[in-house]
C-alpha cells in the first residue's frame, strides 16, 4: 500500500519549514509533532546525528503509527575538535538562546586562535515505518566557515555565524531558496526525495 501520510518529527518551526518546502511536491500528506499533542519526546541519547536520527525515527513510528521521517542536525567547527556537533541544539544547556550559544562559539574560537575557522552543517536524516522498520538514512554535510560575528535574520539556529563554501553571505543573509539548494539538510532531503516518490509512486500492479 502507498503512503499517503509522513509525520515529519520536530518541534523545530523552521526546520519544519525547510523540510516542508523540499518535500512540498510529493503526493503525500506532511505532518508534524504538533498533529499528535499526546506523543512523548525522544531522547537524543546516540554518539552520532544517524544514530540520533535513527532513534526518533523509530520512537515517532512506533508511537504515532505513521511513516516516519526524523533528522539530527549540527555544526562541526574544526578549530574546536568538531563541537558543538551533536550537542548542538544542547550546546551551554537545554534552555540557552542561539544568540548566546553562537556568542560563546565565537568566542571559543577567539580563544583557539584559528586562522581557518573551517566548518560544516551535517543532517542525518531517518525514515522508519509505522511497523518499526528501518527503510532508509543519508546524511548531507555543507562545508563552510564561521563568520566574524553573526549577520543576517533569516533561517535559524546557528544560520548568521555560518558561511557555506563559495558565498560571502551568511545562511541568515541567503534567501531560503538559495540556502535550501546548498545547505546540508537540503543535500539529505534531496536524497531522500528519491526514496520518497519511489515509495509513492504508482506501480504497475495499482
Not at 519549514?17 to 499533542?37: H, Q
Not at 511513516?67 to 550546546?91: F, I, K, N, Q
Not at 544568540?99 to 577567539?110: E, F, G, P, V
Amino acid at each position: 500500500m502507498k503512503p499517503t501520510e509522513l509525520l515529519v518529527a520536530t518541534g523545530n518551526a523552521g526546520k519544519l519549514r525547510e523540510i516542508r518546502a523540499l518535500l512540498n511536491d510529493l503526493p503525500i500528506t506532511l505532518v508534524s509533532l504538533a498533529d499528535f499533542p499526546t506523543i512523548e519526546e525522544v531522547a537524543e541519547t546516540g554518539s552520532t546525528f544517524v544514530e540520533n536520527a535513527a532513534l526518533k525515527a523509530f520512537g515517532y513510528a512506533r508511537q504515532s503509527g505513521a511513516l516516519t521521517l526524523a533528522d539530527d542536525s549540527g555544526l562541526e567547527v574544526d578549530a574546536l575538535g568538531g563541537a558543538p556537533g551533536v550537542y548542538s541544539a544542547r550546546y551551554l544547556g537545554e534552555h540557552v538562546s542561539y544568540a548566546d550559544r553562537m556568542n560563546a562559539l565565537l568566542t571559543a574560537l577567539k580563544a583557539a586562535n584559528n586562522v581557518a575557522r573551517t566548518a560544516r552543517f551535517v543532517c542525518a536524516l531517518a525514515i522508519a515505518s509505522d511497523k518499526q522498520e528501518m527503510l532508509y538514512t543519508t546524511e548531507g554535510t555543507c562545508e563552510g566557515r564561521i563568520a566574524d560575528l553573526p549577520r543576517g535574520s533569516g533561517g535559524f539556529g546557528y544560520d548568521p555565524v555560518f558561511l557555506p563554501e563559495g558565498f560571502r553571505q551568511t545562511f541568515g543573509e541567503l534567501s531560503a531558496d538559495i540556502k535550501n539548494g546548498i545547505s546540508h539538510r537540503g543535500r539529505a532531503l534531496a536524497k531522500a526525495h528519491e526514496f520518497l516518490a519511489s515509495l509513492t509512486a504508482t506501480s504497475a500492479t495499482g
